[in-house]
């Protein structure tokens, strides 16, 4: 659907906190069939087997289709909406036709750690085998396969990345699956960029990538063009080259999703604080929703900071109802509340949770981040609150540093979150802005490496061989302010030298560690000034978020209590002191609350 015909859909109006508008049986921009499919059971593939789940799914009809372009492609796009069954179907379409019969592997890359681990165990539960023989997963600090005998092997995309540094032509696999590629990531784009190169050298090398909203053309005109310089640097044969162009065609196919009509309503004005106006939207829907059967609520959230507000303020909405349901001592018949937060540094499980089947006369609210956007399908959503941002690093390539800014989202992630409340059933979405917002916001986001920092990016190039880096062939290139600053930083840091070549000695080891090149040089230096434990500590609470944490109503108290660390020295030192002081503790969960 284009943008202008989404745009001009007629929307609905309202109010947080009143009373909600009129049902209309008017499309929205999310319809995919008509409203014949209202009621709906929301667990209506619950007692199917797992081989007739699967030929259900919106893919199941494409399986062929796939596997014949894949013989006749190398390259092949597949743009499909969340919950088609691209992401855990593929995979196995290639191991079921053969793709891993000669003892190579079938990579599939995910941006996150939470969809990494779960794709790997859904494959497996389908498969009916252990997770970490045929189905395995690899995420920082964790590998989750067996070496000989797993077929199938899931991983974050950085990973792939640091495989590449000794394996540069990625042996081992038959086909890597780029999944989430509309996500834009950094590391995305650099092994698009990578994969491009490999599959000159690698004819036999397949690559897919699945999506589910991204620039197509522009990525297929990636695959399909080749740099002048490949026959100047390779004294391609005219043969070679015409054969060369030949196996670089790259198809796009488009799979169907399966979605139920969407009723999008639209705040009348701006709201002043999208929080409250979420808890008042979420408030809203339980109250007027109550004599519907099932129906969870997801709530996408700028920040984390944001969720744990609103997480904070439903939980004393849940008190007030249950002291009222026991005052009164009658049955209410508004259901049970379930109140999850879903944030990408939560831990593991406590983000399992929002998986979870929701129990009889309950209904689950999920407050979560972007992370709930693409990457994860939620069960049992049929409500939808989107409070319109996204909260994103940008670099300012003067000062030399990132800054996390909140932005209006982009065309594509209103339409996926909308989406996610008719997987199910019949849903309802709840922006909170008004449809003028949503006419001047832009169709796609930048992708992240044109607005953050460069000098890993660069430094992980560098080691993989990349000495020019303007020439290297990126599927969006970077400002060239960026790429300037991120060698002047790694030169300073003397991670290459004056030709701007790497250094053995130092930017070598620097490459080889999962940091920052500034992170990096420090840990390594630490080694000569013996202050190893101390640098690790430091290093280790700068890639979470501040260990300082400010509730709204207490402001005050936590600023006396932080001020007990505080030292001259500066800030990395007061972190040091709230660690060392954490070690000493008999209690450290308590610790951590006070």
Request: charged share 25%; aromatic share 6%; hydrophobic share 35%.
């Amino acid at each position: 659907m284009s943008q202008n015909q989404s745009k001009s859909t007629t929307n609905k109006y309202w109010k947080p906190g009143s009373t909600r508008p009129p049902r209309q049986q008017s499309s929205s921009i999310v319809d995919r069939q008509d409203s014949t499919s209202e009621n709906v059971d929301l667990y209506q593939h619950s007692s199917m087997s797992i081989v007739q789940h699967r030929r259900h799914l919106p893919i199941a009809a494409y399986r062929t289709h796939i596997l014949h372009l894949l013989e006749k492609y190398r390259t092949l796009i597949i743009i499909g909406e969340t919950g088609s069954g691209k992401s855990t179907q593929i995979p196995q379409y290639l191991l079921e036709s053969g793709w891993t019969r000669n003892g190579k592997l079938i990579c599939m890359t995910e941006p996150r750690r939470i969809a990494t681990i779960q794709l790997a165990q859904r494959i497996a539960d389908e498969k009916d085998v252990v997770l970490g023989k045929e189905i395995g997963y690899r995420i920082r600090f964790e590998d989750v396969y067996s070496s000989g005998l797993t077929q199938i092997l899931v991983m974050t995309e950085g990973l792939l990345l640091r495989e590449l540094m000794y394996d540069p032509l990625l042996t081992r696999y038959n086909v890597i699956i780029i999944d989430e590629a509309h996500e834009r990531s950094i590391q995305t784009d650099l092994l698009l960029g990578l994969l491009k190169k490999i599959q000159r050298r690698r004819r036999d090398l397949r690559l897919i990538i699945t999506s589910a909203t991204i620039d197509s053309e522009r990525l297929r005109a990636f695959f399909e063009h080749q740099p002048t310089s490949i026959s100047k640097t390779e004294n391609q044969s005219e043969e070679n080259k015409n054969e060369d162009e030949k196996l670089n065609e790259c198809f796009i196919m488009s799979v169907e999703g399966r979605s139920y009509p969407v009723e999008i309503y639209h705040t009348t004005e701006p709201v002043p604080d999208y929080c409250k106006a979420c808890v008042d939207t979420c408030i809203q829907i339980h109250e007027n929703e109550k004599y519907n059967e099932q129906g969870d609520i997801l709530c996408f959230i700028s920040g984390q900071d944001d969720v744990v507000r609103i997480i904070r303020d439903l939980h004393d909405y849940a008190r007030r109802l249950n002291d009222e349901q026991q005052h009164l001592k009658r049955k209410d018949e508004r259901k049970k509340l379930i109140i999850l937060p879903l944030y990408a540094s939560l831990k593991f499980l406590d983000q399992m949770k929002v998986f979870e089947k929701t129990p009889i006369n309950t209904r689950k609210i999920i407050v979560a981040t972007n992370i709930a956007e693409t990457s994860l399908t939620i069960p049992n959503i049929v409500y939808v609150i989107d409070c319109g941002y996204v909260r994103l690093k940008l670099f300012n390539p003067e000062f030399g540093f990132e800054v996390l800014t909140t932005l209006p989202i982009t065309c594509s992630s209103a339409l996926q979150r909308a989406g996610r409340a008719g997987r199910v059933r019949s849903g309802k979405a709840y922006r909170l802005y008004p449809a003028a917002e949503y006419e001047k916001m832009k169709e796609f986001q930048l992708p992240e490496i044109q607005r953050c920092d460069l000098a890993l990016a660069v430094l992980q190039l560098k080691a993989l061989g990349i000495h020019n880096i303007v020439r290297f062939d990126f599927p969006s290139p970077p400002p060239s302010k960026n790429l300037l600053q991120a060698i002047e930083c790694l030169y300073a840091l003397r991670a290459i030298d004056q030709q701007s070549h790497l250094t053995s000695d130092l930017g070598m080891k620097m490459a080889e560690l999962p940091l920052h090149p500034a992170h990096a040089r420090v840990l390594i230096l630490s080694l000569e000034y013996g202050c190893t434990q101390e640098i690790l500590k430091i290093i280790a609470s700068l890639q979470v978020k501040h260990v300082f944490h400010s509730p709204p109503n207490e402001k005050m108290r936590a600023a006396k209590l932080h001020s007990n660390f505080a030292c001259q020295e500066g800030d990395l030192i007061t972190v040091l002191n709230v660690i060392k002081a954490f070690e000493q503790q008999m209690m450290p969960q308590q610790f951590c609350d006070k």
